[in-house]
């Protein structure tokens, strides 16, 4: 037995996010959307679309250029604030936001003090991640990846992307491995992934800081 959080970033994407929606619907699971600003202003229907359908929408920048911790605090608090104003009242009440980790990583890129000083101010949450398959450079090889993840930790946050790459196209059939296994898929975040919550810190965030 084994819980699972679902996550999608990067999105929406025409081609690909409304197939996500209707495989999560089929398989009546509900999960996050962390959109990208620039995307979002493209394709809002998308993201309204996941809205009425019980998922969350999350912050995840606005050009999804740099991590936070390799740019200055001006453009990354612009970065923030221009994706919030696109998202309006599609946002989550905990102000959801995940930081861009070039390539999934959980490191001192991730953000700044003048970042982290910023999300506090907005009583932002943030989301980091606990499983990482890896879909995006290997869109058939994920789903293996992705099993063996999740079957290590009692309760598994996961990035996936709602990009063009085919990754999704093995979403269904995830699904199925991961019921057949026993294992829970749930909406809500497992603690040891949210270190700020409302703007309060919940864990040291040392780590995640550029120097
Ligand atoms: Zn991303």
Same mark, same amino acid.
């Given at each position: 037995m084994f819980d699972l959080t679902l996550s999608f970033d990067n999105g929406p994407t025409p081609e690909v996010t409304p197939h996500v929606l209707d495989a999560l619907a089929r398989r009546d699971v509900t999960s996050t959307f962390f959109v990208i600003g620039e995307k979002l202003v493209q394709h809002r229907a998308l993201a309204e679309r996941a809205h009425a359908e019980g998922h969350w929408i999350g912050n995840h920048?606005?050009?999804?250029?740099?991590?936070f911790g390799l740019m200055d605090a001006d453009a990354a608090i612009s970065e923030f604030d221009r994706t919030q104003q696109a998202i309006g009242s599609l946002m989550h009440r905990h102000r959801l936001f995940r930081p861009y980790g070039q390539g999934g990583n959980l490191d001192k890129r991730l953000l700044s003090r003048a970042a982290v000083e910023h999300l506090a101010r907005e009583k932002a949450t943030i989301v980091v991640w606990?499983? +990482?398959?890896h879909d995006w450079q290997d869109p058939d090889g994920w789903v293996e990846r992705a099993l063996d993840q999740i079957a290590v930790q009692p309760w598994s946050l996961m990035v996936l992307h709602d990009l063009p790459?085919?990754?999704?196209?093995h979403l269904d059939r995830f699904l199925g491995l991961v019921a057949d296994r026993g294992g829970r898929v749930r909406q809500d975040f497992p603690p040891d992934c949210l270190p700020m919550i409302d703007g309060r +810190?919940?864990?040291?965030l040392e780590r995640y800081l550029a120097d």
């Open positions: 920048t606005w050009s999804h250029s740099r991590p606990s499983a +990482l398959p790459t085919g990754a999704m196209r +810190l919940t864990q040291p």
